[in-house]
Structures are given as structure tokens and as C-alpha cells.
């Protein structure tokens, strides 16, 4: 497990997956991050890539040939080396070479930085083409943050904040048997107080979000998101039909890149809301977030 710490937070972040398992508030004594129990998700913050969400069937194609791949892609379950290390500041690198030709006919360099701002997280994504030819990708986040944070909270006592991209109208979609479907433009997104029934039929996504702020009404502590010219985010919790409750975490998932569409023909190439990288070139791609 690597450290970072400064006067504000102190941040563990496992070397599998380059994934933050942990962030401790220093001045209020609140852990922020979701504890990875396998009673409702053993995850805590995987990085995604190189899809988000689930493909149709389970499969793709790329000049002719059929790929499959699992939901969210193989990132997450890869050991990263630590590239660099100070006492604010980390970053870990992937280097595929080869490991995964069977199911991805790209090769990559994947570097994830973790650097401390004050009372922030900051998260900075570098994707390098290591091939001679176009290379396609989604990459996305997907941190658990933990609610209640107080003892005398309950998760209706948080609500959720959007502020929308300026100059662009906000779309939500949704998901039928974890497949994208566009449901329309927003003509206002403000505040969405958390109810167990709001992910009984799965994630929110929207597209055209710049920040959103997990906060409770009691306590004012929360999170807060920062994540502008994303295309997406998707928000989500664990929904357990016996009893119509969620887990105790929420998901703020900033991402490049969705599931597949109904209407998806499989060709990677012209998958709905994926990158192209050009040969030799470097993806850059940065979120912040908040601890209050």
C-alpha cells in the first residue's frame, strides 16, 4: 500500500489496479471512501478501461475479428509499478506488452497520477499509443464514496448537486440490461435527494456535467466532484430489491467513454462515445475531487 498525506488528507492507494482504498480527513477525523465490503462491492475506486460498463453480448469487433471482454474492461485487476514517489504526490504505470492481444489488439502505456492540493484529490489519466495504427478506448472512474459519514445520518439526509457544462444541454440516459439508451435533454438539473429506489433499475448517466457534489443536509460534510469536458458520469449504488435500500456508498463516476447502445453494431471503431489516439500519441484526462 503507498501513502501520500499533506495537513489536510492522508490517501492509501493499492498498487492492483493503481486503485485509492482509502482517504483519511485530518482536521475531522471522517473516512471518505467506501471500505471494499464484499457484502455489496469489493471495490472501492477501479479505474476502467479499455471500456466503460458492459458490451452487448460480451464481445466486439476490430477488423473482422471478435473480441470478447467483460464489463468495465481489465485495468482494474492489473498490477501497476510505482513510476514515481513523493511525499504529496504518486503515480503508477501499466505497460500491456503483449498480456492482453487476446482480448484488446492494442498495445498501451497506462500511467495514473494521485497528487494532493489541499483538501483535494487530484486524479490525472495518461493513455499512451504504443502501436503503429489508430487505437480505440473508453477509460472511466469509478470511486465509492461511503454514506452515512456520521453516526446520526441516515442516506436520506444526502442529496446530490449538478452543475451542467455552460452552453450545452445536459442528457440523461438509461440503462435496460446494462445497454445505454438516450432518454433526452434536461431542461433543468439542480439538486436530487438520494432515495433507496434511485438505482433500482441500475446507474444514472448524463452527459455535459462539470461537477457534482455529494452532500448531507445535516452535517455539510460530503464530497464534491470536478470534472470538467468529461463526456459522461455516471452515478451509482448497489439497490437491494429485498428490502428496496442501496448500499452505504454512492458512486460519482466521471468517464470517457459508456456502454454499448441497443443499436450498436459491434464495430469497435465506431463504438458510441470512444476515443482514438493516434500512433505514438498520449491521452491526458483529469478530475478532482473534494473533501468537505
Given at each position: 500500500?503507498?501513502?501520500?498525506?499533506?495537513?489536510?488528507?492522508?490517501?492509501?492507494?493499492?498498487s492492483h489496479g493503481a486503485e485509492v482504498r482509502k482517504v483519511k480527513h485530518k482536521k475531522n477525523g471522517l473516512d471518505y471512501m467506501w471500505t471494499g465490503d464484499n457484502k455489496y462491492w469489493g471495490r472501492v475506486s477501479p479505474v476502467l478501461f479499455p471500456i466503460v460498463g458492459r458490451l452487448k453480448d460480451d464481445q466486439y469487433q476490430i477488423h473482422d475479428q471478435t473480441y470478447k471482454?467483460?464489463?468495465?474492461?481489465?485495468?482494474r485487476d492489473v498490477e501497476f509499478h510505482i513510476l514515481e514517489q513523493t511525499a504529496t504526490n504518486a503515480a503508477f504505470m501499466f505497460e500491456s506488452a503483449g498480456r492482453f492481444s487476446e482480448v484488446y489488439p492494442y498495445e498501451f502505456k497506462a500511467i495514473?497520477?494521485?497528487?494532493?492540493?489541499?483538501?483535494?484529490?487530484?486524479?490525472?489519466?495518461?493513455?499512451?499509443?504504443?502501436?503503429?495504427?489508430?487505437?480505440?478506448?473508453?477509460?472511466?472512474?469509478?470511486?465509492?464514496?461511503k454514506i452515512p459519514l456520521l453516526e446520526n445520518e441516515?442516506?436520506?439526509?444526502?442529496?446530490?448537486?449538478?452543475?451542467?457544462?455552460?452552453?450545452?444541454?445536459?442528457?440523461?440516459?438509461?440503462?435496460?440490461?446494462?445497454l445505454l439508451k438516450e432518454k433526452g435533454s434536461v431542461n433543468e438539473i439542480g439538486t436530487l435527494p438520494l432515495t433507496n429506489s434511485l438505482f433500482a433499475c441500475d446507474a444514472l448517466v448524463y452527459s455535459n456535467i462539470d461537477k457534482i457534489t455529494l452532500v448531507s443536509k445535516k452535517s455539510?460534510?460530503?464530497?464534491?466532484?470536478?470534472?470538467?469536458?468529461?463526456?459522461?458520469v455516471g452515478i451509482w449504488s448497489k439497490y437491494i430489491p429485498e428490502d428496496d435500500s442501496i448500499a452505504p456508498f454512492v458512486c460519482i463516476e466521471p468517464w470517457y467513454g459508456v456502454a454499448d447502445t441497443y443499436d450498436t453494431t459491434g464495430n469497435f471503431s465506431e463504438k458510441f462515445g470512444n476515443n482514438?489516439?493516434?500512433?505514438?500519441?498520449?491521452?491526458?484526462?483529469?478530475?478532482?475531487?473534494?473533501?468537505?
Open positions: 500500500m503507498i501513502t501520500v498525506e499533506n495537513e489536510w488528507l492522508k490517501v492509501e492507494i493499492e471482454m467483460s464489463q468495465h474492461g481489465f485495468l495514473i497520477r494521485y497528487m494532493l492540493k489541499g483538501d483535494s484529490l487530484i486524479v490525472h489519466w495518461e493513455i499512451v499509443n504504443e502501436n503503429e495504427k489508430e487505437m480505440h478506448f473508453a477509460i472511466g472512474a469509478h470511486p465509492a464514496f441516515t442516506i436520506e439526509d444526502y442529496q446530490l448537486h449538478f452543475t451542467p457544462a455552460v452552453g450545452k444541454n445536459v442528457i440523461e440516459y438509461e440503462l435496460q440490461n446494462s455539510s460534510h460530503g464530497v464534491e466532484v470536478l470534472f470538467e469536458d468529461f463526456p459522461f482514438k489516439l493516434e500512433p505514438g500519441n498520449t491521452f491526458h484526462a483529469e478530475y478532482l475531487i473534494r473533501f468537505k
